[in-house]
C-alpha cells in the first residue's frame, strides 16, 4: 500500500512538473475587476473570456459597458493598454400602447407569460404588434432592470441594463433591441397599420404621416410600410426639431436627464385608467 | 357503445372526452349564403404564402386563380365568389397576425355559377402531372393542419408506400364535418382516393372510421367501386385517434419514426374531407373555393354542418346559424386542439373544420392551479408516450432545450390529453406550446 502511495505520488509530482499551463496571472486580476454577470453584452461567451481577450490584447477593456468606467481604467492600466471607447448600449422598447391607451379586444385567460397569450390568437390586444404586458421580459432579466409600469408596459432602467439580450429573445413581439445611449431619436411603435386604421387600436400609435420625415434633416426618418424608421447611420443629423409635429407622439427623443421627451404638437395623454375590453368580439 | 367494441382496434392511451356531436350529425349539409364582402388571406396553408396574380380593381369570376403558388409547399387560391378585387393590403389573420389579403367585393347581381375550369382526363396523368394537377386544385388538408395535399403525393425519392389512409375519425368533441362529408359524397372519396393511391403508388386503401359513425361505415363501404381495393374499418372511440400516428397504429400497427414522415412507415393519411375535394375538383380543373364547416355550439340557435365560402367573415357566417351577439367563446376547430378566436373579423379559411360559439355560462371559470402531485395520470393518456409531467417542471423553470434535447419536446403534438387528465389543473400544453415557441425563436437568432 505504502508502495502504492509512493508511486501514485511521484507519479503526480512528474505529471505536475511536466504537464503544467502556464496562464498569465493578470487574466485572473483583470476578472476580478469586472462585473462577473457573464451578461454576454460584450460579445464574449463570459467575463473570463472577456479577460482573456484583453489580456491577449483584442479586446479593449471599455467594451464592457456593463462595468464602472473606472474599473475599466484600472484593467486599462493595468494591462497598459488605452481603455478604449465603449458605448453604453441599454434594451429599448418599441411600444407606447399601455392599457390607459391602446384597446384590448379579447380578454386572455391562461399561463401569465406573453409568449403564452400570443400564441392564443395574438393575445387579445388591438394592435397586433403592440406590448402584451404580461411580463415575460421582466422575468428574464436578470439585473432587475426592468420593471412594468402601471399601464402595463415595461420600463427600462437604463442604468442596470446590460445590454444582454435576453428580453430581446423573451418577447414574443419582438419590440425590444439593443441600442447605444447615444440613439436618442426613437420610434416608440411597431404598428404597419396607418392613419385612422391605427388609431382606432391605440392613441398613440405611428400614423405614417410622414410629418417627422419631412422635418428631418437629410435621410434620417423615412416612411416604411406605414412606420416612421430612423436611420441610425445618420444618427448625427437626429435633433429634437424632428418630433416637434408628431401628432400622436409615437416618435420621441430619450434624453439623459428629462426622460421620454414628445414633441410640442403631441397630444397630451391624461388618462390613468385602463380602457374597458372594447367592443366584444 | 356496441357490444363487439372492445375486438375493435385502436391505438394505446388517449383519453374520452365528452363528444357532444348530438346537435349537428344528424342534419344535412346546407350552403350558406354569400356575404357583400369576402377576404382571401394570402397564408392559409403551412408553407410559403401565395403570391397575388390579380390587380385592385380587376374583376374575377368565381372559380378564377387569384393567387399562385409561392413554392412547392404552397398552394394558389381562387376566387370564392364573382365581384371585383377591392384592394390587397394587410388584415388580421386566424394567427392573431395581421398578413397579405386580397379583399373582394361581391356582384350582388352575379349568378355565382362556377364559369372557370374544364374538364380533364385524370387517367392519362403520370403519377408526377397528378402532383402539379393537385397542386393547381389549391386543396390542402381540410382536417385542420392545412398542409397542401400535394406535398404529400410526392413521394420522397428511395421511399414506398404500400397503404393509403383515410382519414374519418373526426375525434375532436362537437365537430361533425367528416362524418356529413362521408355520408354525403362517399362517390367523391372514391374518386379521391384513386387518384391519390395512383399517385403514391399505393396497393391499397383503408378508411378508418370511429364507430360512433357506423351509419358512415356503411356508406361507404356501399360506395366502394368494384375493383378498388379499399376496406372500410370501424375504430373503437377514442382521442386523439384522428391524429396521423396514432391512426397509423391503430390501423397498421406501423409506428411513424420521431421526426420522420408517414412514408417511411409505408403509408400516406389524408383526411376524407381533402379527398373528397380532390375526387371532385381534380377532373373539373376547378380550385378549392368552398368546405363544410360545423357550426356548433351552445351559442347558436341553427347549430348544424354548412357548405361556406372560404373568405366569408366569421361573423356573417355565425350570424347566419343564429349567433346572438352574446358570447364568451369562440373556438376555431374542436375543442381539444382548436384555438380561441381574438375577434370575429376574420375570414373563414381552409383549415377551419368548425367553430363552437360558448356562451358565457358554459365556461368554466380559470381553475385554481396546484402542484404536480405526480400521478402519472399525463403519462398514461399521452399517447405519444411522453413524460408531460417532468417536461411540465422543465417549463416552469424555463428549461426548453433541456426539454427538447432530454424529453422529445418536438414529438408533442400538443392534443391536450394531458391537460385534459390532470388533477392539479396544470396548463401543460401551453407550457408547451411556451416552450416550443421559445425554441424555434433562439434557434433563428
Known amino acids: 500500500m505504502l508502495g502504492l502511495g509512493v508511486i501514485l505520488a511521484v507519479t503526480l509530482a512528474v505529471a505536475n512538473r511536466k504537464l503544467h499551463v502556464y496562464e498569465d496571472p493578470r487574466i485572473d486580476q483583470v476578472e476580478a475587476m469586472l462585473p462577473g454577470a457573464n451578461c454576454g453584452a460584450c460579445g464574449t461567451p463570459g467575463c473570463r473570456a472577456f479577460a482573456e481577450g484583453c489580456v491577449a ?4 477593456p471599455g467594451k464592457c459597458t456593463v462595468n464602472d468606467p473606472a474599473n475599466n481604467e484600472s484593467i486599462a492600466s493595468l494591462l497598459g493598454v488605452d481603455a478604449g471607447a465603449g458605448e453604453k448600449r441599454v434594451a429599448r422598447l418599441a411600444c407606447a400602447g399601455g392599457r390607459h391607451v391602446a384597446w384590448t379586444r379579447a380578454q386572455y385567460e391562461g399561463i401569465r407569460s406573453c409568449q403564452g397569450a400570443a400564441l392564443i390568437s395574438g393575445g387579445g390586444k388591438g394592435c397586433v404588434w403592440g406590448c402584451l404586458g404580461l411580463g415575460d421580459c421582466q422575468t428574464v432579466c436578470e439585473f432587475g432592470a426592468i420593471t412594468m409600469s402601471d399601464a402595463g408596459l415595461p420600463v427600462v432602467d437604463e442604468a442596470l441594463c446590460t445590454a444582454c439580450n435576453a428580453c430581446v429573445v423573451a418577447c414574443p413581439k419582438d419590440l425590444f433591441s439593443i441600442h447605444p445611449v447615444s440613439h436618442r431619436l426613437w420610434v416608440a411603435c411597431k404598428s404597419l397599420a396607418q392613419g385612422d386604421e391605427a388609431l382606432a387600436e391605440c392613441e398613440v400609435a405611428c400614423t405614417g404621416c410622414g410629418r417627422c420625415a419631412a422635418d428631418a434633416p437629410g435621410d434620417l426618418v423615412s416612411i416604411e410600410n406605414g412606420l416612421a424608421v430612423v436611420d441610425y447611420s445618420k444618427n448625427r443629423l437626429a435633433s429634437q426639431k424632428v418630433i416637434q409635429r408628431c401628432p400622436t ?21 391624461t388618462r390613468k385608467s385602463p380602457l374597458p375590453l372594447g367592443k366584444g368580439v | 357503445m356496441s357490444a363487439n367494441s372492445a375486438a375493435l382496434k385502436t391505438f394505446p392511451h388517449g383519453v374520452h372526452p365528452r363528444e357532444c356531436k348530438e346537435s349537428t350529425e344528424a342534419k344535412a349539409t346546407r350552403r350558406l349564403p354569400f356575404a357583400d364582402e369576402m377576404r382571401i388571406p394570402l397564408s392559409q396553408h403551412l408553407g410559403a404564402p401565395a403570391k397575388p396574380i390579380v390587380r385592385e380593381g380587376q374583376e374575377v369570376v368565381r372559380g378564377e386563380p387569384i393567387a399562385e403558388p409561392g413554392g412547392f409547399v404552397s398552394v394558389p387560391m381562387h376566387a370564392p365568389a364573382t365581384g371585383v378585387v377591392e384592394r390587397i393590403a394587410l388584415a388580421p389573420d386566424h394567427r392573431g397576425g395581421m398578413s397579405p389579403s386580397i379583399f373582394l367585393r361581391l356582384y350582388p347581381s352575379a349568378s355565382q355559377e362556377i364559369l372557370y375550369g374544364a374538364p380533364q382526363d385524370i387517367d392519362g396523368l403520370s403519377p408526377k402531372e397528378l402532383v402539379s394537377a393537385v397542386q393547381a386544385t389549391g386543396v390542402v388538408g381540410l382536417g385542420g393542419a392545412a398542409f397542401p395535399t400535394h406535398v404529400k403525393l410526392a413521394v420522397p425519392e428511395g421511399k414506398h408506400v404500400d397503404t393509403v389512409i383515410a382519414n374519418g375519425c373526426e375525434c375532436e368533441p362537437y365537430l361533425t364535418t367528416d362524418h356529413r362529408v362521408m355520408l354525403e359524397q362517399p362517390g367523391h372519396i372514391m374518386d379521391g382516393l384513386r387518384i391519390v393511391m395512383r399517385a403514391v403508388g399505393a396497393e391499397r386503401a383503408i378508411i378508418g372510421v370511429e364507430e360512433n359513425k357506423l351509419d358512415a361505415v356503411e356508406k361507404l363501404r356501399e360506395s366502394v367501386p368494384a375493383g378498388l381495393p379499399v376496406t372500410v374499418e370501424p375504430l373503437r372511440v377514442k382521442y386523439p385517434q384522428g391524429a396521423e400516428k396514432m391512426l397509423a397504429k391503430a390501423l397498421l400497427g406501423r409506428e411513424i419514426p420521431s421526426g420522420g414522415l408517414p412514408a417511411d412507415a409505408g403509408v400516406a393519411v389524408f383526411n376524407v374531407a381533402t379527398l373528397a375535394q380532390v375526387g371532385d375538383l381534380l377532373p373539373k380543373h376547378q380550385g378549392l373555393i368552398e368546405r363544410v364547416v360545423t357550426l356548433t355550439g351552445p351559442g347558436l340557435a341553427r347549430p348544424g354542418n354548412y357548405l361556406i365560402a372560404l373568405g366569408t367573415p366569421l361573423r356573417f357566417a355565425l350570424e347566419q346559424a343564429g349567433f346572438d351577439g352574446h358570447v364568451s367563446q369562440v373556438i376555431l376547430g374542436g375543442p381539444m386542439m382548436g384555438a380561441t378566436a381574438a375577434s370575429l373579423d376574420l375570414p373563414l379559411t381552409k383549415g377551419i373544420t368548425g367553430i363552437v360559439v360558448m356562451r358565457p355560462e358554459d365556461v368554466l371559470p380559470p381553475k385554481k ?18 413524460n408531460p409531467s417532468r417536461l411540465g417542471v422543465l417549463a416552469r423553470k424555463g428549461m426548453f432545450q433541456e426539454m427538447d434535447e432530454r424529453f422529445h419536446l418536438r414529438d408533442c403534438f400538443e392534443c391536450g390529453c394531458c391537460s385534459y387528465v390532470c388533477p392539479a389543473n396544470i396548463p401543460l400544453v401551453q407550457h408547451f406550446r411556451i416552450a416550443k415557441a421559445q425554441n424555434r425563436k433562439r434557434s433563428v437568432k
Do not use: F, N, T
Not at chain 1, 490584447?57 to 479593449?60: C, Y
Not at chain 2, 392551479?369 to 402519472?376: A, D, H, L, N, R
Open chain 2, 369 to 386: 392551479i396546484y402542484p404536480c402531485i405526480k400521478c402519472g395520470a399525463c403519462l398514461e393518456a399521452c399517447p405519444m408516450r411522453l
Open chain 1, 249 to 269: 407622439g409615437a416618435i420621441v427623443w430619450i434624453d439623459d436627464q428629462r426622460g421620454v421627451v414628445k414633441g410640442g404638437q403631441a397630444k397630451r395623454i
Open chain 1, 57 to 60: 490584447g483584442s479586446i479593449a
